[in-house]
């Protein structure tokens, strides 16, 4: 095929993909209009907004002036509980950085296709099928179902929180990282190994500190999503902020469930900014 | 691990030979994984038409009054971090105590967050164009309104759909994880299977949740290759 038929080709397929996106968010709407009973109308009227102004007054408390000043103590009694969610994060992001970094590597496919050390290897390419479907069956599965599954294994607590966070995350991170292997400029590579370096010496003088800044990014990338799951992860395996969150809104405490909120907030605000300064280290 | 933790690892792995794939278990798989998605392209579509507006006044780039426009694009960027920083099924939690239980609450739930970052990415890419053209526009006396529907939109489109197919799948992971409120779903069965402890249903369910989300991956990331080329 010369270029023309290919771009040809592309223009096609990009329009038939914008119309099958069209067709799917009419079809969508329809679907939730049925599962809804065609009351969409009922939904927006000013009880509904009466709801929603209700709710904000129990989760600030029902007397603010009484409440408000009552519940700081209480607020800043809940702080541990807000550590340990911290701490669930870091280890969770530790727990899918180490995985990913052990694996990363075999998933690109520039190093077994012979791109890279010149020739195919079958042994790496089977691994390479392996490791690649691992990473879509953990990135499939939401870390809530995961939380799920591993509660049936572990004790309610941290480490299952973690463990679930962990290995959803090993997927995304694996796929970022192998991603950026490939794209990788090789060009370095191939005048190390004509100068005679051998396989190890490639790898730590010449791909990781290509790769490093780019690692980093996406690690604190997956840390602010991470921090901001922690939470609900909480809910299904009772650790941290999570627990408790349930617990309220199962004992209807709506103002507990306000504190808490508060300090969901300010964890993910310190968390994004934290990142957000570490970024600008990494660029500079 | 707690007593009996190891063994029951030990039969959720070995129970992937027992997975089921009888022929009543597959529709119903099927069905549920249709109306994941549809929810999920339901609640993008919704946050594409709230996010594009709030994206423009984030970006800063249409209103000429400079203190208006930075005070303006100030709250519309922290409107957008609030509904982004709280996920999904907190929202969903709260609407749900506040308006009752209907799938609307799970498109709404899914939206508000989505719009959180699909307005910041609209905001950059509407800044990040290239400034050349648009100044010759502004030069040439276009007002800034025209200047943005002229200029920076038809630069900012290809990325900006690009990374709606993104999010595409994204989306489709978390209208999954609406079964916590009780949408039905993907999530749902694998909920329902695991409760029953029928972990080859269970596997079926997951199997069928990683195949939809690599068919949308690949489909994505050819759209994706395409728009930025």
């Given at each position: 095929m010369n270029k023309n038929s290919i771009k040809e080709h592309d223009q096609f397929f990009l329009k038939i993909s914008l119309i099958s996106g069209l067709i799917l968010i009419i079809f969508s709407w329809i679907f939730v209009s049925y599962e809804t009973g065609y009351k969409f109308a009922e939904l927006f009227n000013i009880s509904t907004l009466s709801d929603i102004k209700n709710l904000l007054l129990k989760?600030?408390?029902?007397?603010?002036?009484?409440?408000?000043?009552?519940?700081?103590?209480?607020?800043?009694?809940?702080?541990?509980?807000?550590?340990?969610?911290?701490?669930?994060?870091?280890?969770?992001?530790?727990?899918?950085?180490?995985?990913?970094?052990?694996?990363?590597?075999?998933?690109?496919?520039?190093?077994?296709?012979?791109?890279?050390?010149?020739?195919?290897?079958?042994?790496?390419?089977?691994?390479?099928?392996?490791?690649?479907?691992?990473?879509?069956?953990?990135?499939?599965?939401?870390?809530?179902?995961?939380?799920?599954?591993?509660?049936?294994?572990?004790?309610?607590?941290?480490?299952?929180?973690?463990?679930?966070?962990?290995?959803?995350?090993?997927?995304?991170?694996?796929k970022?990282?192998?991603?950026?292997?490939?794209?990788?400029?090789?060009?370095?590579?191939?005048?190390?190994?004509?100068?005679?370096?051998?396989?190890?010496?490639?790898?730590?003088?010449?791909?990781?500190?290509?790769?490093?800044?780019?690692?980093?990014?996406?690690?604190?990338?997956?840390?602010?999503?991470?921090?901001?799951?922690?939470?609900?992860?909480?809910?299904?395996?009772?650790?941290?902020?999570?627990?408790?969150?349930?617990?309220?809104?199962?004992?209807?405490?709506?103002?507990?469930?306000?504190?808490?909120?508060?300090?969901?907030?300010?964890?993910?605000?310190?968390?994004?900014?934290?990142?957000?300064?570490?970024?600008?280290?990494?660029?500079? | 691990m707690h007593t009996g933790g190891g063994l029951a690892l030990l039969r959720f792995f070995t129970s992937i030979v027992e997975i089921d794939v009888s022929p009543e278990f597959l529709i119903i798989?099927?069905?549920?994984?249709?109306?994941?998605?549809?929810?999920?392209?339901?609640?993008?579509?919704?946050?594409?038409?709230?996010?594009?507006?709030?994206?423009?006044?984030?970006?800063?780039?249409?209103?000429?009054?400079?203190?208006?426009?930075?005070?303006?694009?100030a709250c519309t960027r922290l409107i957008l971090s609030m509904l982004r920083s709280i996920h999904e099924l907190i929202w969903a939690l709260l609407l749900v105590s506040a308006i009752g239980l209907s799938p609307i609450v799970a498109v709404l739930a899914l939206a508000l967050p989505y719009t959180g970052i699909l307005g910041r990415i609209f905001a950059e890419q509407l800044q990040d164009v290239p400034q050349q053209p648009i100044k010759v526009l502004l030069h040439n006396g276009a007002t800034l309104s025209k200047a943005l529907i002229y200029g920076r939109i038809p630069f900012a489109v290809p990325n900006i759909t690009s990374y709606i197919f993104y999010r595409l799948e994204c989306g489709i992971r978390s209208s999954s994880i609406m079964s916590f409120i009780g949408i039905q779903g993907i999530g749902y069965q694998i909920q329902l299977s695991l409760l029953d402890l029928q972990f080859g249903q269970v596997w079926t369910g997951l199997l069928c949740l990683t195949l939809m989300i690599v068919l949308v991956d690949a489909w994505s990331s050819k759209v994706r290759r395409i728009m930025v080329n």
């Open positions: 989760l600030v408390g029902e007397n603010p002036r009484s409440s408000l000043s009552i519940k700081i103590g209480e607020w800043y009694s809940l702080r541990s509980l807000a550590y340990e969610t911290l701490l669930m994060s870091i280890l969770s992001i530790s727990i899918a950085t180490i995985l990913a970094l052990l694996t990363f590597i075999l998933a690109a496919r520039n190093i077994h296709d012979g791109s890279i050390y010149g020739y195919p290897n079958i042994k790496l390419k089977c691994l390479y099928y392996i490791v690649r479907m691992t990473f879509s069956l953990t990135r499939a599965i939401p870390e809530l179902i995961l939380a799920l599954i591993i509660i049936l294994f572990f004790n309610p607590g941290i480490i299952a929180a973690s463990f679930a966070l962990g290995i959803h995350n090993f997927g995304v991170l694996g970022l990282f192998s991603e950026s292997v490939e794209n990788m400029d090789t060009q370095s590579i191939k005048s190390l190994q004509s100068a005679g370096s051998s396989k190890s010496q490639v790898m730590f003088y010449c791909v990781l500190p290509q790769l490093l800044p780019q690692f980093t990014t996406y690690f604190l990338y997956r840390w602010e999503v991470i921090i901001r799951t922690t939470v609900v992860v909480g809910l299904v395996s009772a650790s941290g902020l999570g627990k408790e969150f349930k617990l309220s809104f199962s004992y209807f405490h709506y103002e507990d469930l306000g504190l808490l909120l508060l300090w969901y907030i300010i964890l993910v605000v310190i968390v994004d900014l934290l990142c957000s300064s570490l970024r600008k280290l990494v660029r500079d | 798989c099927i069905i549920s994984s249709v109306k994941t998605v549809l929810y999920a392209v339901a609640a993008l579509s919704l946050s594409i038409i709230i996010a594009f507006p709030l994206g423009v006044l984030a970006s800063g780039t249409i209103i000429s009054n400079k203190s208006i426009n930075t005070t303006l694009s």
